[in-house]
């Protein structure tokens, strides 16, 4: 196979991971979408790039979204922490958990999860660059604004690193 | 007059002094309702890791009954893999859930497909009620099994009406009808075959314990029982008999109440029982030692048989549900469980945390529902392990009365899933697990190691190091010489070898080089608070630890540097369904997580080729798991810990007095070890490095980068910065190899 066939056989599967993916949740003046969802989205032009999902996670999941949806956030992180007993390496998972962590202004947690996403995760794409702004977000209400300037500088990187092949 | 005087004047002061005497003892007796412990609901979904055995064992902890036509709730019925499943309806941490039924295929060790049935929505996921694995007052060391009258099955409630008292209802605590048939029916007899007692006076007969049968204390019960029924009214009498008739004699403890019976019996709750079990039951109240079901077994089949039948006489059950009732063995246990709950040592864990982490005034309600982590079937195995993995020691020439301690806990959320405190699954002493607090021998060279690599400069996996003999003064003055398990000293080697084959001399070098007040920061900063002495000894383990702590530090590591506080407690809720409270998930990411993740790779190395590569036979896998063994001097303790992916478990083995046990991290606790995850679902450690570390192709002899096509070419990961700067005159001939040829590629030049 040579690199322009795998190029495109790599955007084509990113493409379809995109439509497979769950819809972008939308909380009104928000931190969490105006900071984090919004500017990762735009940053990789809607290519997300999504592990598959098992049916129980997905369900799990769509049940966190409707509760984060309806400011219910402690139920919210009561369905994901059962998503992630059932896949504790869920990237996705940790990260709309730090997310959730976020909105509950509970920083340190928010920082500890968008890290062990990050540290578990793709390290590109979008999920990467929520991880970061997720993190930069989170140092900055703890009075760390050089460490967030340096992580909101590492998410827009998310979309020109290369993943490394292990 | 005079008579009437006397009857007065003695009466009077005598029924006082009963009604005080009755009353002390039913209000001392009240208990409040007791909190209910369950284990995790098991989750199922499509795709979800888990074995037939396992199943089974989930399904019957949970209470289900196996059936041919799962047609009720808390039944299933099971046709080779496929399982037809009639989940209860149960009030979750989350909120109450209705009944469902729903079919699951196990394919390959997995869930292939889980559909709904009879028209019901096909479930994504579904969690089976919970275990119930204890009943307990979180205040107060007490175990015993009570039962509220609404838990009570009906058919024990009406059937014991039914055999014992059919006038309950309506007679103030005697019944004079019942005495005088029990009377003539005596008369007839010659002998005593019939009683007269109400169940409140056979209630106040349990609470005073004397079967005496004097005139006076028959008098003296009946005036009592009336007495009960004016103060209290029929359903607080009928659940005080419930949980006080004396039902059998485990050694010198009295089996008393149904809930405990039911247990020590059947090892089921009382929910859970089947006519002819409760009909079994119900017979013992004649006489739990004449009857006994485990020495009389004849008897106690006749005995049953007869309460079936005044159970169909009475109308309580059919002819029908009576014969097959009556064609159903005694299914009585062949070992009675012990008291209180049949996993001790979690339970023990459970009532430390909730009374270290829950205001006292919130576990002082009544009726609380706690929601645990514990896995029933991952239990069972970790007290098979330990069980058979003892006995299986002792034919190899090990001491006979060696005890065992195991951990098992979930990597990412530190969730304890089993907890093993004894050899003997179900006994309540000692526990090991939270108690035993012991050296710990090897199993802290991987924090020496790790305090190395974290100094970047100085260290990576194969800088060398020098395994050669050491002296130190102790602070008490006396030389300390430690010497390596097979007395030899290697030399220089490199600092991965020294701890793959957990070389004592070189450990302790580097460890002078770290420090040994670093290294109990290092501990207590993986969340032991634990004392551990400032001494060189400590570097090779001479500290005291319990096997839990030892889980709760190497979690961190598991988890790559992510540590959780280990948890058995995952929801408090109220009788009413509110949550009292919940322990959410949080991580505290640990400094140097590079470092972390290249000790990972170095204690995969321990079990592929050092003291732990007879796991993998053990194991029949190949798996890459990450391990440490421990032993400590004179072969007193066997330690082995070990992580997948998943799941990280400590295993300890010794003498409760300490003394030698012949035993070696690798012939006793690994063994044990292997026995529990030889049931479980494995998967392999995760070995991508973090960012700041990579993988890089070296020659460890010559500490050099090299080509994969080199000998002596190995991937050892390192921390960026720290990888050698020389390369193997290997690689130089393959650089200048490569650039030869990319020169004639790019000018087309032929060879």
Redesign the interface.
């Known amino acids: 196979m040579d690199v322009k066939t795998r190029l495109l056989g790599g955007l084509i599967a990113l493409l379809l991971a995109a439509c497979a993916g769950p819809p972008p949740v939308k909380v009104d003046d928000d931190e969490v979408d105006s900071r984090v969802r919004a500017p990762a989205s735009e940053d990789s032009a809607g290519v997300q790039v999504y592990s598959l999902q098992?049916?129980?996670v997905?369900?799990?999941t769509a049940q966190a979204v409707v509760a984060e949806r309806a400011g219910e956030l402690?139920?919210a992180?009561?369905?994901l922490?059962?998503a992630?007993?059932?896949e504790?390496?869920d990237p996705q998972l940790l990260q709309h958990?730090a997310e959730i962590k976020l909105q509950k202004a509970d920083y340190q947690?928010a920082?500890?999860?968008a890290?062990?996403s990050?540290?578990?995760g793709p390290?590109v794409g979008e999920i990467c660059s929520r991880n970061w702004r997720t993190i930069s977000v989170a140092r900055e209400h703890l009075d760390d604004a050089s460490g967030a300037n340096d992580a909101e500088a590492r998410a827009t990187r998310c979309m020109n690193t290369r993943p490394?092949r292990? | 007059m005079l008579l009437a005087g006397l009857a007065i004047g003695i009466g009077v002061p005598w029924t006082v002094w009963l009604d005080i005497q009755v009353r002390d003892e039913f209000e001392g007796r009240i208990w409040d309702v007791p909190s209910r412990v369950y284990a995790r609901p098991l989750?199922l979904?499509?795709?979800?890791p888990v074995s037939k055995r396992s199943l089974l064992l989930e399904l019957k902890a949970s209470g289900y009954r196996e059936v041919t036509n799962a047609s009720v709730p808390g039944s299933y019925s099971v046709n080779g893999n496929q399982f037809d499943i009639n989940r209860r309806a149960f009030i979750f941490?989350?909120g109450s859930k209705p009944a469902t039924r729903f079919r699951l295929q196990l394919r390959s060790g997995a869930i292939g497909n889980l559909v709904g049935v009879s028209g019901s929505e096909d479930p994504?996921?579904v969690r089976l009620d919970p275990a119930e694995i204890a009943s307990i007052y979180p205040l107060h060391d007490e175990d015993r099994t009570l039962v509220a009258l609404k838990d009570v099955p009906e058919l024990l409630i009406t059937g014991l009406q039914a055999v014992e008292d059919r006038q309950f209802k309506h007679h103030h605590g005697v019944a004079f009808r019942s005495i005088a048939r029990a009377f003539v029916a005596n008369i007839k007899a010659g002998k005593a075959v019939q009683g007269g007692s109400t169940l409140t006076q056979q209630l106040v007969k349990n609470y005073f314990l004397n079967s005496e049968r004097t005139f006076v204390r028959k008098a003296n019960e009946a005036i009592m029982a009336v007495l009960l029924e004016w103060h209290y009214d029929k359903a607080q009498i009928l659940e005080a008999y419930v949980n006080e008739v004396y039902l059998g004699q485990q050694g010198k403890h009295a089996i008393h109440g149904f809930g405990r019976a039911s247990e020590f019996y059947f090892d089921r709750s009382l929910q859970n029982l089947e006519p002819q079990q409760i009909a079994l039951l119900v017979g013992l109240v004649r006489g739990a030692s004449l009857y006994n079901p485990r020495r009389n077994p004849q008897r106690a089949l006749q005995r049953r048989d007869q309460v079936l039948e005044i159970f169909e006489t009475t109308g309580l059950l059919t002819e029908n549900e009576v014969k097959t009732a009556k064609s159903r063995p005694l299914g009585v246990t062949s070992q009675p469980r012990s008291g209180g709950s049949r996993y001790p040592a979690f339970v023990d864990l459970v009532r430390r945390q909730l009374k270290r982490d829950y205001q006292a005034s919130d576990l002082s309600s009544e009726g609380l529902k706690i929601f645990t982590t514990l896995a029933p079937s991952e239990q069972e195995y970790a007290q098979q392990a330990v069980s058979k993995g003892l006995d299986d020691l002792k034919q190899r020439g090990l001491p006979a009365d060696l005890q065992a301690a195991m951990v098992l806990a979930?990597?990412?959320?530190g969730?304890v899933r089993a907890l093993v405190g004894d050899r003997v699954a179900g006994r309540n002493g000692f526990n090991r697990a939270l108690d035993a607090r012991r050296q710990i021998g090897s199993v802290i060279k991987p924090l020496v190691y790790l305090l190395a690599l974290e100094h970047v400069d100085d260290y990576n996996l194969i800088t060398r190091v020098n395994d050669e003999p050491v002296s130190l003064r102790q602070p008490d003055g006396k030389l300390w010489s430690p010497e390596n398990y097979d007395h030899k000293s290697h030399g220089e080697l490199p600092l991965m070898d020294a701890l793959v084959h957990s070389y004592n001399q070189a450990t302790v070098q580097v460890g002078l080089n770290v420090g040994v007040a670093n290294l109990i920061r290092k501990i207590k900063q993986l969340g032991i608070v634990a004392e551990v002495p400032a001494v060189p000894s400590t570097l090779l383990g001479a500290v005291e630890l319990t096997p839990v702590e030892v889980a709760q530090m190497f979690q961190s590591l598991a988890a790559?540097g992510?540590s959780v506080p280990l948890r058995s407690v995952t929801a408090v809720l109220t009788p009413q369904g509110d949550l009292l409270s919940?322990y959410?998930?949080?991580?505290?990411?640990l400094e140097n997580?590079e470092a972390i993740a290249l000790l990972n790779f170095a204690l995969t190395r321990v079990v592929e080729e050092g003291t732990a590569k007879t796991l993998h036979g053990l194991l029949g896998s190949n798996t890459v798991i990450a391990g440490k063994t421990g032993t400590t001097n004179e072969k007193r303790d066997s330690w082995f810990v070990g992580y997948t992916?998943?799941r990280v478990a400590v295993s300890w083995v010794g003498l409760d007095d300490n003394r030698p046990a012949g035993v070696t991290g690798s012939n006793a606790a690994m063994r044990v070890w292997a026995g529990l995850f030889r049931s479980l679902p494995i998967e392999g450690l995760?070995l991508?490095m973090?960012?700041g570390a990579?993988?890089v192709w070296v020659d460890k002899q010559q500490q050099a980068l090299t080509d994969p096509s080199c000998p002596g070419a190995e991937q050892i990961p390192f921390i960026e910065g720290s990888e050698p700067q020389r390369s193997t005159k290997c690689l130089q001939k393959q650089d200048r190899k490569n650039k030869e040829s990319l020169w004639r590629k790019w000018f087309g030049r032929k060879d």
């Open positions: 098992n049916p129980a997905k369900e799990l402690d139920k992180s009561g369905y922490e059962r992630l007993r059932i504790p390496r958990m947690q920082l500890s999860f890290e062990r990050y540290d578990i390290r490394k292990y | 989750s979904y499509s795709g979800k941490e989350d994504g996921l979930d990597v990412a959320s969730e790559g992510y919940r959410p998930l949080r991580f505290m990411p997580r992916r998943d995760d991508r973090p960012d990579n993988f």
